[in-house]
């Protein structure tokens, strides 16, 4: 019998309706209907906990290889998503230092489009970081704000005495200037901010 099959069964040897074991579980009834009908899986949370709910062994409950398909391949994009987040946090650390190289330009160093880049990088970095839940609490939410504004204020002030534009230049050129300057200092103190409050390593209470 599949793993859908015996939640379905179970529940309703105990006479439960898919809304009060969905209430057992912190789940929705909508959550239960797609475990039992296979259109998903639950979590090994969940199956645990069914486990104790329905009296019958984590074993019996996962005797389905259509269930261990879908751990196995769960666990390879997890992996991969993973791999992806410590590449894009490494290389975020390269982008920000050569942001900030662009910025103060000693030497008259420019690289082109590198704000972008740093942007784009951090956008991947962003879509493959999985515990926006931390962000929830409020020591990590006011903690990655300070950060990101305390950044942004110390390098705009230390970048303030920029040079005047030529008089052949308008208004208009010296605005846009300035802004895309300062959109430059907002990009790199997001790329600041992500390295200190979006470490990849073990979550906690891994092995």
Known sequence: MQTSEKIKACRKT???????????????????????????????????????????????????????????????VGLQNQRMLCVTWCLNIVLVVMGYVNLFRPFNVHVPFLT????????????????WANFRRIRWGLGAVATMLGVYVITALTTMAVPLPAKRHSIAFFAGQQSSHYAAIMVLSLGVTSL????????????
Do not use: C
Request: a negative charge; zero cysteines.
């Open 14 to 76: 105990l006479g439960m309706t898919q809304q009060a074991l969905g209430d057992e579980l912190s789940v929705s009834r909508k959550t239960i209907s797609s475990w039992e009908t296979g259109r998903s899986y639950p979590d090994v949370g969940s199956l645990i906990r069914l486990s104790e709910i329905f009296q019958i062994s984590l074993d019996d409950l996962l005797k389905d290889d259509r269930l261990v398909d879908h751990y196995n391949s769960q666990e390879k």
């Open 116 to 131: 972008s880049a740093v942007f784009l990088n951090w956008f991947i970095l962003a879509t493959h970081y999985d515990r």
């Open 196 to 207: 200190l409050w979006m470490w990849p390593g073990p979550k906690k209470g891994d092995k």
